[in-house]
């Protein structure tokens, strides 16, 4: 059983943000920023690149909705809205979720600083766009 489908059916409790038919939105567990909140689809699909039409149009809908909110009640200076797809790219539950991170002046909540990757820039377009 997925930890976030018993989160939505109540058997485990959770901190709920917002709720409507389509999704649940609860303040994550071990929070990296002040707000850190998930928004959930209710209807179980492992990741993003599961997802139907549908869901990811709800689950958009609620993200922007739910960022905006969140980051002016917070007082934060900005936010990062990602969802993690897969191990490799930092996944640990597989129920589908969007973090929505406010993000403070001057905090290390979030990093994209990285060595950038050598490939060929032309043969990465070639690959995406073929
Ligand atoms: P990810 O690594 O993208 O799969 O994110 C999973 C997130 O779920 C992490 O930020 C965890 O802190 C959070 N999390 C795990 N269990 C719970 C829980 N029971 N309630 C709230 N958040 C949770
Ligand atoms: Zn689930």
Known sequence: MCIFCDI????IPSRKVYED????A??????????????LPKKHTDSFLTADAETV?????CAHELAVKITERTGA???????????AA??????????????YNGDSAVSFEHAADSTDPDEV???LTK
């Open 77 to 87: 200076d900005g936010c990062n809205i990602l969802t993690n797809c897969g191990e």
């Open 26 to 39: 609860i303040l994550d567990v071990n929070p990296l920023s002040k707000g850190h909140t998930l928004i």
């Open 90 to 103: 930092g996944q640990s539950v597989s129920h589908l979720h969007v973090h929505i991170i406010p993000r």
């Open 8 to 11: 939505i059916a109540g058997t």
């Open 125 to 127: 377009l070639k690959l």
């Open 57 to 61: 149009q709800n689950l958009a809908a």
């Open 21 to 24: 038919d389509n999704v649940l």
